[in-house]
């Protein structure tokens, strides 16, 4: 069951000592202009943090998945999914409302699920590739975070489904509910409470959070940037 | 967003990161960001007049792939291609490399060069990569440089400039806060990986 970001911002300021979210009051508001500390703007910045914690907990663990149904260009390989998948409606706009998709984690062409090989991969496989035409779509890969790749072209306009991690709703009010697991709430927080120690410059309370969070989501990183 | 990255190196700097100068960082970021390859694009080169160095568009920062019409071309280096033939710039043919030349990484030949310019680019279908593509043009996989980031790298961009901000030399220089910026900017970076 979801929670709602009244509740979670309660538990952060909690942990952070801070209940009217004094201390974290924003010092430029969204548009750049100066602001005073006041409670709503404090707690408007803690959910602003805890948006992009959601955001982030949801791309390490791929809890929030959706679909969307690409129609293929004939002939074409390469498609650019940066506005290309949409914001789901019923949520509250982000600040970028256009775009939904966090990364793609499988296309499907009916119930036949396609290959995922690396982008460097396709020219081992095929160095026509980027022309090549074929029956039916076999692989899929992603070139850097925006473009998708299908292989073999067709000559035919084909409807594949895009199954990918989607954009977790902005926390922009205390009643938006949280999409991601309750289980995984308190990580939520974790980095929210990190953001804000940063900012306050308590590099004490730093280095545990860090290093739990290095060791559980970025064990490709050298040590040291592990934290 | 590129203004919301910049309020966001405010807010957690609590005003002191200099606003002028941390724009000029987050471009050095995002410029950064190219060796993880993030920012893609694909983009296609008109080719005008045989034999001629080609000039890569300015927003390319890193080419993972080149194709000429249908294929996949292969890199070379100045020396390798000078190995294996010394007048290679004046070898005409069916390209199968490309060369970046010695002068600038933002101008290329092709190996052996093509004889024939590619045809126009007018795309009646919308689908220049697809339906539409020119023959004998040149398409390239790159990395590319961009006024806005996607927008679940803004935190971590945000974090990446603080770093910069904080470790350069100014009144406000702040190592250990500059590192704790970069650890955790690099960390969500991981995090949100395609």
Known sequence: MAEIAGLLTD??????RDQQALGITPVVDNNGAAQNPSTPAGR???????????MLINGAQEQVLSTFTLTTYPYQCVYPISGLIRANTNWPPGPNPTD????IVGVRDGQRDLNRVMFRTLAHIDRHWFRRLGSVFTTWSMH??????LYPGCQTRVALTVVYLQRTPFLTDDSVPTAIDDDTLPEVVDIAQALYHLKHRD???LPGILE???QRYAKNLPKKNRG | MKFQVLNLVQQLSNGQADATVSERLYREVIFDLGRDEWLSTFTLVPLTSAGSSVQMPVQIIKTLAMFYDDEQLGEMTLKQAQYLNDNWRDQPGVPHSYVFDGETRKNFRLDPYPMVASKPFIFIHGSPLGQDFPAYAVAIAAIETRVNVLFQMEIAVALLVLEKE???ES?????????????????FLEMVKP
């Open chain 1, 11 to 16: 538990a952060l300021l909690q942990r952070i």
């Open chain 1, 44 to 54: 408007a910045f803690a959910r602003t943090l805890l948006s992009h914690a959601q």
């Open chain 1, 100 to 103: 939904d998709c966090v990364r």
């Open chain 1, 144 to 149: 850097g975070a925006d473009s998708l790749v």
């Open chain 1, 203 to 205: 590099m004490d309370l």
């Open chain 1, 212 to 214: 739990r969070l290095g």
């Open chain 2, 166 to 168: 904080f470790e350069r």
């Open chain 2, 171 to 187: 009144d406000h220089k702040d190592d250990a806060f500059a590192q704790a910026a970069g650890q955790m900017g690099r960390i």
